[in-house]
């Protein structure tokens, strides 16, 4: 972060000389000058962050890596993010500037080129009002009705360029409301769609006397309204379908939401109920229906501490449902995967961390689902833990799609050493979560694994960690072990193998082949204040990858990957 001016002067060259190629921006050209101008005068704070992603692409047809572009002409990619943020009194202005070169990033079977202006920001606070021009992210509740947001490790940005203001009535009481387009898709990504959206939100916060508690009311609103072009295309799409099949399609789309928290003690509640009016959306088959949707959500959560005699022990329950029915909503039906998505509905199954484990997870399906999930986490004594799930997930006919048993103790044995021990059972639904043909049966498995902590110093640890995935579907059986040495603060290296040891093969057995397949990850990082290198090579197989909720089908990969983060 700078702000003295003596700092700026030192510091300008390299950033004059980085940003030479983002002065074709005149948005970008004037947030500098207003910056250039500030620092003159020691005024203002500038601060940013960088973003580099490498990979070279090692063709590999043992393990189904060699689809072409990557493994035939683009052979490597880039991507990198560079966000400054300026601070001057009530002004906040930001940009960043994105760069895809060769990248499949944004669609993992595709390739994407282009560079521009991925998000731009103008803010200014006017006593209890918040104005913002250009692109924001923002979220309505839990964002069942909206939000945008950016996960840019799967390439998703849901960017909303336009105008958004928000109000505090008082400290517990605000009002907000935005209209705009939404930022474009791989085949757009510097541009912003044609159809246009616009929502208002209001939430209050009401609080029991004596600290016993408070509860929260919201509720919102949302409309999209389609382009001619989007119609049009809609339109001819329905015009194909036999007589008895065809609608006529509606330019807009309404949607409201009303959601309440509460706490009173150590419980806490959550509900939530969201509706949308009928439009031409699609149904498992991907073909158009004209139909109303809605999502319900509930949540349960009981925490308390300092539980037995000895007040050293403590738990936490937390109960999920969920029920979803024909509730998409994105910004036209003609998007396809997870382009143009409006709302964040994740995974209603467990988020795992082990390798294995998250091999087999349920993306949330939006055309109907009813979801059950229930964790608890026990506290028995100083250094003891038992971590309990289950999920159970259907289709509305109840069709089973999955369910989940998981079961972790963790023990701690002083501050040098700690061990982790687990049993998982999966039922998977392969033919709906991953769009597999019924030559693909259900998914069964179970995983045992287990993970191994040990501090050689305070700085220095040896950790590792193994899984067994028994099945026999899909892919077959898999063990996956990881042995990784951390040197605080400075450098972290792993060394993992995934192996195929029972394998199973379909139709790609004439690919794949029937041999035991070994899947390597060698992995090393090194910081340095703020700055932190990432070298790896990789084999990843087939499957669903899941980050932050969020997940998607991706191709197998061998190759190096490079990464380059900082801060300043």
Known sequence: MIGAKAKYKTFSPYFAAMLKPLLKSPLLAVILFFTTNAFA???GVLSGNFQSNFSVFVRDSAIGAYEPPQYNSDISSAEAWLFLNYQIGDFNIAARYDLFNNSNLLNPTGSFSGHGLGFWQVKKKIDKLTLTVGSFYDQFGSGLIFRSYENRLIGIDYAVEGVHARYDISPSFYVKAFTGNQKGSQSNRFGTSEDI??????EKIFYLKEGKGQFTLGASAFNRTLSKNSMNEIATEINSYDLGDRFDPKYNVYAYSGYVTATFGDFTGNF???????EAQRDEQQKLVLKPGNILLGTLSYSKNKLGKEKHGGIGINLQYRRIDHYQLKINPNVQLLNGLLTYQPSMSRQATYRLLARYTAAAQDYGEEAYQANVIWTIGKGKTLNLNYSHITGLTGKKLYH???????HKFGWKFKTKVGLQSIFYNQQVYQAKDTSYHNVKTVTPFCEFTYKVTRRNSL???C???MTKQDLGSFVNAILELNMSPHYSFALSDMVNVDPVRHSEGAIIGNNIIHYWTVFSKFNINTTSFTLAYVKQVEGVNCTGGICRLEPAFSGVKFTLTTNF
């Open 272 to 278: 939530e109920y969201n509706g949308k009016s009928k």
């Open 404 to 410: 989940e048993y998981f079961m972790m103790y963790e």
């Open 197 to 202: 959206i616009k929502g208002i939100n209001s």
């Open 463 to 465: 950790r590792f960690e």
């Open 467 to 469: 899984q067994y995935l």
């Open 41 to 43: 005068q020691n005024k």
